[in-house]
């Protein structure tokens, strides 16, 4: 058998074709074909390869691998995912913080001007969609990823996915304290209460069935570097840089291993971006010219490559997992550095304010007209990127691993 690049079929042996087992399971048929060639015309082998290229095909679409990989790697097709499930903080929220006593809230303008048509804060800390949004679409799933605390959820609404995550929260359970948010932990546990609320929907088993083949995806560490370790003191007081990141990634590991007991297999977790970068780091920490943070970056590449080995270790230890690692880091500094070969005009300011230190309740104090297309922009604040750079993003993180989980 040939295939090219691309994974298309090119031409059958029939001797090697015949040897396939598991396609003589699937298509009960072709032994019958095979071990009759001799007596079939050209034009009728011709036709038979065809027929089953087209079928080769047909399983390709419907689980998204390549003929090949479906059916000679000793495994069954993977389904596609009957849900899709978000953790971590205000890249992934879509609104779990709106009714919770904190200041890290966003459901009101300007937040929300172009989503859905525009003018509707939803509590994505963003001018339309989040990454969450965008691969809940992108694997099939839905358009929009609902928040979990959306007191008006229906029932339709849980099976098919939400999101848990929590702006202003982080590896560190400090974190989450510090800007009154909700934790990873207590994250983990509104999980589980989901799992029993559609357990006593659809039963046990139909229930057993979404957790175990949903696709899940966790992105933290921002806030634990920026927002904790380089702005307050109690942790520098104790830890360095390196036993800091130690620490993040034993939490995170935790994480994952509560997801993995409650039933998730399909885990995609997000590297810490290039955090240093974004604009109020700039201004904070980029001196006078505003330039990246480069101790800031170097704390997120190195909890990057703990993290990396990390999850490593868990696909061996945890049986029937899979727990990939999403470089992040790369394709936003991609984006960041050479934004003009993206469209974007404006990397080093947000769209909101005055675009260098704005965030959250600080962006409803001036109208933002730095970009009244904020699509201009790389950021939409001084933390988060534009719906539009987001897209660009999610794009790639589908293409190259969402697709695979």
Request: aromatic content about 8%.
């Given at each position: 058998m040939a295939i090219n690049r691309r994974g298309c079929l090119l031409s059958l042996s029939l001797p090697t074709l015949n040897s396939m087992h598991p396609l003589r399971t699937i298509f009960p048929k072709l032994p019958f074909l095979l071990s009759h060639s001799s007596s079939h015309s050209s034009s009728t082998m011709v036709r038979?390869?065809?027929?089953?290229?087209?079928?080769?095909?047909?399983?390709?679409?419907?689980?998204?691998?390549?003929?090949?990989?479906?059916?000679?790697d000793g495994s069954p097709p993977r389904p596609p995912p009957p849900a899709f499930f978000a953790f971590g903080d205000s890249i992934l929220d879509t609104g779990n913080n709106n009714n919770i006593t904190s200041l890290m809230k966003c459901n009101f303008l300007p937040y929300g001007r172009d989503f859905k048509g525009g003018n509707k804060p939803t509590g994505r800390f963003c001018n339309?969609?989040?990454?969450?949004?965008?691969?809940?679409?992108?694997?099939?799933?839905?358009?929009?990823?609902?928040?979990?605390?959306?007191p008006n959820l229906k029932m339709e609404d849980l099976l098919?996915?939400?999101?848990?995550?929590?702006?202003?929260?982080g590896y560190d359970p400090l974190t989450s304290k510090i800007a009154s948010v909700i934790s990873l932990p207590d994250q983990l546990n509104l999980f589980k209460n989901y799992t029993r609320r559609i357990a006593a929907a659809v039963g046990r088993k139909q229930a057993a069935d979404i957790v175990r083949w949903s696709i899940y995806i966790?992105?933290?560490?921002?806030?634990?570097?920026?927002?904790?370790?380089?702005?307050?003191?109690?942790?520098?007081?104790?830890?360095?840089?390196d036993s800091y990141t130690d620490l993040l990634v034993d939490n995170a590991t935790s994480f994952y291993q509560?997801?993995?007991?409650?039933?998730a297999r399909r885990i995609g977790v997000f590297s810490a971006p290039p955090i240093?970068?974004?604009?109020?780091?700039?201004?904070?920490?980029?001196?006078?010219?505003?330039?990246?943070?480069?101790?800031?970056?170097?704390?997120?590449?190195?909890?990057n490559r703990k993290l990396s080995d990390e999850i490593d270790a868990l696909n061996r230890q945890l049986r029937g997992s899979r727990i990939m690692y999403?470089?992040?880091?790369?394709?936003i500094y991609e984006v960041i550095k050479n934004y003009a070969d993206y469209?974007?005009?404006?990397?080093?300011?947000?769209?909101?304010?005055?675009?260098?230190?704005?965030?959250?309740?600080?962006?409803?104090?001036?109208?933002?007209?730095?970009?009244?297309?904020?699509?201009?922009?790389?950021?939409w604040d001084s933390f988060h990127p534009t719906e539009r750079a987001y897209e660009i993003i999610s794009k790639g993180i589908m293409s190259n691993y969402i697709s695979k989980l």
């Open positions: 038979t390869l065809l027929v089953i290229s087209l079928e080769l095909l047909i399983i390709s679409l419907l689980f998204g691998q390549s003929p090949v990989s479906a059916l000679m339309g969609k989040v990454p969450s949004d965008f691969l809940a679409e992108l694997t099939g799933v839905k358009e929009y990823l609902p928040p979990y605390m959306d098919t996915g939400v999101s848990f995550a929590s702006g202003g929260t966790v992105m933290a560490g921002s806030n634990d570097i920026a927002n904790n370790y380089y702005t307050l003191p109690f942790r520098k007081a104790t830890h360095d840089v509560g997801l993995y007991y409650v039933g240093g970068c974004v604009p109020g780091e700039r201004t904070l920490d980029g001196g006078p010219l505003r330039e990246c943070s480069d101790k800031q970056n170097a704390m997120a590449l190195l909890f999403i470089n992040v880091y790369s394709p469209g974007f005009k404006v990397v080093n300011k947000g769209c909101c304010g005055t675009g260098n230190i704005e965030l959250s309740a600080l962006c409803t104090l001036s109208e933002p007209i730095n970009c009244r297309n904020a699509s201009s922009h790389v950021f």
